[in-house]
């Protein structure tokens, strides 16, 4: 069992930054991938970013190329989601995930993630 926990959420203005915190505990020696998602209201569930825990190999939605930065610091099981040139169309609750599959197509679907956190809301006004 993998336990996750987000932090740092909360209401800013366009152009503004937030970063994202995600503990982990428990196994987390089965971790392959991690991941942002986010959801807003009466929409589905995205990938925003996700990372590869061993190699470090990231990957971004197109909506968020050039603004977020997904790390890690292993040291401390701990995932960061680096938000800037916050847009009011980034409002939604982000979640942190983690899979244990070894090998995904696509690192950014949220099929294959299998441990999720609570989600924190971040708000971005105009």
């Known amino acids: 069992q993998v336990q996750l926990v987000e932090s740092g959420g909360g209401s800013v203005q366009a152009g503004g930054s937030l970063r994202l915190s995600c503990a982990a505990s428990g196994n987390t020696y089965r971790r392959y991938y991690m991941a942002w998602f986010r959801q807003a209201p009466g929409k589905e569930r995205e990938g925003v970013a996700s990372i590869h825990t061993g190699r470090g190999y990231t990957w971004y939605a197109d909506s968020v190329k050039g603004r977020f930065t997904v790390s890690q610091d292993n040291a401390k099981n701990t995932l960061y989601l680096q938000m800037n040139s916050l847009k009011p169309e980034d409002t939604a609750v982000y979640y942190c995930?983690?899979?244990?599959?070894?090998?995904?197509?696509?690192?950014?679907?949220?099929?294959?993630?299998?441990?999720w956190g609570q989600g924190t809301q971040v708000t971005v006004s105009s």
């Open positions: 995930a983690a899979s244990t599959v070894a090998f995904m197509i696509n690192s950014l679907a949220r099929n294959d993630y299998n441990y």
